[in-house]
């Protein structure tokens, strides 16, 4: 079963507004939520994380919240960029002995100038 | 300082065969991650690895294995090739055994093509 779902495939933005990428999970037990960008032929980079214990957390112009009676995660960021164009994963661990990242199938963010 | 380096970068193979990718983690990390991420799917886990020993491997058949080498690097081995082992093949390091914030430190990947 998939614990860790995004729902959109892919998103557009014009450059300057806010890209808001939505994940949702379905497990009560991670403790941590993570967001990565993959750009092509390279490995997922580390973007942003958030404690369970958290409703908000933000760096920069990124910014993570987290609904924790809907088990929903959304990405913002503004103003969008077109470097930030690439594939964002949402990403979740477990709070028991099973520590590895289960991660969601990933957001193709295009940021159009 | 260099991050996660694997290889090779590209690998083909006929079914069958088996394939042999490698990882070496960042200094001073001593936790491997193994991912498989398919063509349109996210990343799916396959292992992992700390201080040498399994400590999970996922939902994948037996002849996907590995190991960890007293330098912490690790191998993964996948026998009996089928076609739809054809993936981009992540490997990860930590160097907190899954605590802090869960940060993992991933590399560019091994292109397992099966013909």
């Known amino acids: 079963d998939q614990q860790v779902k995004q729902n959109s495939p892919s998103l557009s933005v014009q450059e300057g507004r806010i890209s808001i990428l939505n994940c949702d999970y379905t497990n009560s037990m991670f403790d941590y939520f993570l967001w990565y960008k993959k750009y092509p032929a390279e490995g997922p980079t580390f973007l942003i994380s958030?404690?369970?214990?958290?409703d908000k957390n933000e760096d920069g112009r990124f910014t993570v919240f987290l609904n924790k009676s809907a088990k929903h995660l959304s990405l913002h960021i503004v103003p969008s960029q077109p470097g930030d164009s690439a594939v964002y994963f949402c990403?979740?661990?477990?709070?028991?002995?099973?520590?590895?990242?289960?991660f969601g199938s990933g957001t193709q963010l295009t940021v159009l100038p | 300082e260099a991050g996660v380096t694997q290889s090779p970068t590209h690998l083909i193979k006929t079914r069958g065969q088996q394939a042999t990718l490698r990882c070496s983690p960042i200094?001073?990390?001593?936790?491997v991650y193994w991912y498989q991420q398919a063509l349109g799917l996210g990343l799916q886990f396959l292992l992992w690895y700390d201080e040498g020993e399994e400590r999970n491997r996922g939902n994948f058949p037996p002849r996907f294995s590995g190991r960890q080498f007293p330098n912490y690097s690790s191998e993964l081995n996948v026998n009996a090739l089928e076609l739809e082992d054809s993936a981009l093949y992540l490997c990860a390091s930590s160097y907190l055994a899954g605590r802090g914030t869960g940060e993992l430190f991933f590399g560019e990947g091994s292109r397992l093509t099966v013909l």
């Open positions: 990403a979740a661990r477990p709070s028991g002995s099973a520590r590895q990242l289960t």
């Open positions: 200094s001073g990390h001593t936790s």
């Open positions: 958030i404690s369970s214990i958290k």
